[in-house]
């Protein structure tokens, strides 16, 4: 019942941005046919400069036409998926009134089913900003305080492989867990012995491999799954390690990696930059740094950072009452002060991370596995807009 009402939450803000933006787009439309209609009464009294550049202006706006029919779709498609919620609902209700727990696993397998068409639905709408977490979700209670578990970014949609790393400093054994539920049953696993040790819990996986920083150095390592190999490692130049930089809640957490729609992301602090977060864009073959940014924001007034559409988010706190309180825009080198809540519900969290794939927040919470579901405010700009 509960994941079927965070479906239905984020339904509900998925079909008010979604009419909201058809209204904007039919606008658009309407603009464009009064702009043809006046180029086709204006043929043959414009000069030809004044006629290309009106020609040129309406080049511009076709586009929105494949847009306009997307949402059209989208829309459709949320009026559907809203039903099967309803029916869903009403048949979660019956069996809890009726017989208890009867027909639990097809109601799961209904359940994830329709979660997969939403997040589908939700990947059509491309990129956007960040307006809001949704309630977390638990998946599993294991391992120590401190962790990270994750799964491929980069992975088709029937690769659900989930990885686990408890611990966050000189740990080398990586949990490979064939499903997510064979992750919540703690079964059908195997084990990988990394050759280097880790420090923190900023790992992430990215097209099969394992991006980590190595214990005691600044050095970000490379390690292919499949191989079961290094295939590359690089020190990332002048990047504190060891607890000299880490998030306020300390852990090794010096370096941190992340993935987001457009790649590969680090985020640490220098000593040229004086303690403040540093974003750097990594090439995921070579490890090098391809571009770098300086946020401006002290790291270790950061509780926990992830990224989103080229954006850096910043949580103000790892403790009770945190929230989402920085964002830099890496595309114009921009900031800005949020504030968007979410319920860190055990208390301590030790890793956040965005999966662009599933378009939801992975979280190490006090020993719990727990996801967050977000909402992005999507916005579409014609030529000239700023």
């Not at 990394?194 to 097209?207: D, E, F, K, S």
């Amino acid at each position: 019942m509960e994941k079927v009402q965070n479906v239905s939450q984020s339904m509900e803000v998925l079909e008010l941005r979604t009419y909201r933006d058809l209204q904007y787009v039919r606008s658009m439309e309407t603009l464009m046919r009064s702009l043809d209609a006046r180029l086709r009464a204006a043929d043959g009294s414009l000069s030809a400069k004044s006629f290309q550049e009106l020609k040129d202006r309406m080049t511009e706006l076709l586009p929105l036409s494949s847009v306009l029919e997307q949402y059209k779709a989208d829309t459709r498609t949320i009026v559907r998926l809203r039903e099967e919620v309803r029916n869903l609902s009403g048949s979660l209700a019956a069996i809890q009134e009726e017989m208890g727990a009867y027909g639990y696993e097809d109601l799961q397998q209904r359940v994830m089913a329709l979660e997969a068409r939403l997040h589908a639905c939700a990947q059509k709408l491309g990129c956007g900003k960040l307006t809001g977490v949704s309630n977390p979700i638990t998946i599993r209670a294991m391992g120590s305080r401190f962790g990270s578990w994750m799964t491929d970014t980069m992975a088709p949609s029937a690769d659900s492989r989930v990885w686990y790393m408890d611990g966050y400093y000189k740990g080398r054994r990586v949990l490979e867990f064939r499903t997510l539920g064979d992750f919540i049953k703690g079964q059908n696993f195997i084990q990988h012995l990394l050759p280097q040790p880790w420090a923190g819990t900023g790992h992430v996986v990215y097209n099969g491999s394992l991006f980590y920083n190595k214990y005691q150095s600044n050095v970000v390592v490379k390690y292919h799954f499949r191989s079961r190999s290094v295939l590359v490692q690089r020190s990332l130049p002048g990047a504190g390690y060891n607890n000299t930089f880490p998030y306020s809640w300390g852990g090794f957490s010096d370096m941190d990696f992340m993935v987001d729609e457009s790649g590969l992301w680090a985020v640490y602090t220098t000593n040229q930059n004086a303690g403040n977060i540093v974003v750097s864009r990594l090439d995921p073959h070579t490890l090098e740094v391809m571009r770098s940014w300086d946020t401006g924001y002290p790291k270790r007034s950061a509780g926990e950072a992830f990224m989103i559409c080229g954006v850096l988010y910043v949580t103000n706190s790892h403790l009770a009452g945190a929230k989402v309180y920085f964002a830099y825009f890496t595309n114009t080198s921009s900031y800005e002060y949020t504030d968007v809540p979410f319920h860190n519900q055990y208390s301590h969290i030790s890793m956040l991370d965005y999966n662009p794939r599933e378009r939801a927040l992975y979280t190490w919470n006090n020993g719990h596995q727990v996801l967050y579901n977000v909402t992005l405010f999507h916005v579409i700009s014609t030529a000239g807009d700023p």
